[in-house]
């Protein structure tokens, strides 16, 4: 069974910066799609942003050219990097990781605890 653990979030300021991390437990992790995702109160779970196995990106509208996703596939573990965050960037935020490529995947984990981020002056 795969296991993700996310961690990294926290409060910050508008316009301020942090770097999500997710460790997954799955010796195949470099043929996988990984992606973030995203839940603020009372909304639904949302696709941040998600990047094959060989590095390809895509990004929602919201928040291309501000954030960053990437991935180290030695050791099993992907990141998001937030920059100029805003209030609407609060949530909490989830990995997961499945087969497919940048236009089509489906997730394989079960959901993690996710990392709370919290966008406030």
């Known amino acids: 069974q795969v296991q993700l653990v996310e961690s990294g979030g926290g409060l910050v300021q508008p316009g301020g910066s942090l770097r999500l991390s997710c460790a997954a437990s799955i010796r195949t992790f470099s043929s996988y799609v990984m992606a973030w995702y995203r839940q603020a109160p009372g909304k639904e779970r949302e696709l941040v942003a998600h990047?094959?196995?060989?590095?390809?990106?895509k990004y929602a509208d919201s928040v291309q050219g501000r954030f960053t996703i990437s991935r180290d596939n030695a050791k099993n573990t992907g990141y998001l990097q937030m920059n100029n965050l805003k209030p609407e960037d609060t949530a909490v935020y989830f990995c997961?990781?499945?087969?497919?490529?940048?236009?089509?995947?489906?997730?394989?984990?079960?959901w993690g605890q996710g990392t709370q981020v919290t966008v406030s002056s």
């Open positions: 990047i094959t196995g060989g590095g390809s990106t």
């Open positions: 997961n990781v499945g087969p497919g490529d940048l236009r089509h995947f489906f997730l394989i984990a079960s």
